[in-house]
T-cell receptor, first 114, second 111 residues
């Protein structure tokens, strides 16, 4: 069974803190993604990775960085958390299959920055 | 990726079929139609996808019109657990690539 696991369901952090959001997938997928979801704005892509140690900026990378040291793990880092980064964060992964390009999502991490 | 239009909300009686429409009039020849859903406070879940033929799996059926400008997702016997926001996404099947979620249709299945 497909599994994408995000380390926390809920997090509360203070402004200026460095925040790590972890995502692990057990499907040997090449591609991994970080989105954030806000009311009225839908899902927006922050960063993605097509391979180990590889990363690409998405639509809203400012204030974030990522790390992919191992194929199964993709970490999102908020270098200095701000209140406008309060959001639901969703990790996803997919395999490189042309005819069936399905993204599998984790349950999400709801982050509150105070 | 082509733009999609879906109704904002729909109701369905439990046990009845739920038919969720999607318009994608600017779809190109190599773009697929994907459906995902998101149950409250969970991550999105893949349902089904197709190119031009109708598709069926254990969750739903997908009917794509002959001109491919619209499609319908059918949940044959809706249950309360099918209450969710349903997203229709049109995209090429290139390797990787982001998903562009619109506003979706909020389906409420009522007893």
């Amino acid at each position: 069974d497909v599994k994408v696991t995000q380390s926390s369901r809920y997090l509360v952090k203070r402004t200026g803190e460095k925040v790590f959001l972890e995502c692990v997938q057990d499907m040997d997928h090449e591609n991994m993604f970080w989105y954030r979801q806000d009311p009225g704005l839908g899902l927006r892509l922050i960063y993605f990775s097509y391979d180990v140690k590889m990363k690409e900026k998405g639509d809203i990378p400012e204030g974030y960085s990522v790390s992919r040291e191992k194929k199964e793990r993709f970490s999102l880092i908020l270098e200095s958390a701000s209140t406008n980064q309060t959001s639901m964060y969703l990790c996803a992964s997919s395999a490189n299959r042309v005819a069936k390009n399905i993204q599998y999502f984790g349950a999400g991490t709801r982050l509150s920055v105070l | 990726d082509a733009k999609t239009t879906q109704p904002t909300s729909m109701d369905c009686a439990e046990g009845r079929a739920a038919n969720l429409p999607c318009n994608h009039s600017t779809i190109s020849g190599n773009e697929y139609v994907y459906w995902y859903r998101q149950i409250h406070s969970q991550g999105p879940q893949y349902i089904i996808h197709g190119l031009k033929n109708n598709e069926t799996n254990e969750m739903a059926s997908l009917i794509i019109t002959e001109d491919r400008k619209s499609s319908t997702l059918i949940l044959p016997h809706a249950t309360l657990r099918d209450t969710a926001v349903y997203y229709c996404i049109v995209r090429e099947n290139n390797q990787g690539g982001k998903l562009i979620f619109g506003q979706g249709t909020e389906l409420s299945v009522k007893p």
